[in-house]
Nanobody, 123 residues
Framework: VQLVESGGGSVHTGGSLRLSCAAS????????MAWFRQAPGKEREGVAA????????YYADSVKGRFTISRDNAKNELYLEMTSLKPDDTAIYYC??????????????????WGQGTQVTVS
């Protein structure tokens, strides 16, 4: 199983970035997918999640209205469109996968697979 993130970088406040996560080695379409982030000195926190079949989406309050999560089950890819970025969004962003539903969607423990992370810096 492999999850590979891309699309991170440095932007100014108010800017936008689009993260991608390429998945392989498992039945992607049956897994709940999510984006987490971890800032220096802070715990890893859930940002957004998307259900396997219904594509229902869930967002942390801190990003609601600014971030959009989506998935392409034909390409085995996950995306995070980030707009109106703030310095507080600076973190390493990880994609994660878990079999089945998105219950306890922003708890770290239930996720089976993780990517290596991509840095997002907003200044």
């Amino acid at each position: 199983v492999q999850l590979v993130e891309s699309g991170g970088g440095s932007v100014h406040t108010g800017g936008s970035l689009r993260l991608s996560c390429a998945a392989s080695g498992y039945t992607y379409s049956t897994y709940c997918m999510a984006w987490f982030r971890q800032a220096p000195g802070k715990e890893r926190e859930g940002v957004a999640a998307i259900a396997a079949r219904t594509a229902d989406t869930y967002y942390a309050d801190s990003v609601k209205g600014r971030f959009t999560i989506s998935r392409d089950n034909a390409k085995n890819e996950l995306y995070l469109e980030m707009t109106s970025l703030k310095p507080d969004d600076t973190a390493i962003y990880y994609c994660a996968a878990r079999a089945g539903g998105c219950g306890m969607k922003f708890a770290v423990g239930p996720y089976d697979y993780w990517g290596q992370g991509t840095q997002v810096t907003v200044s």
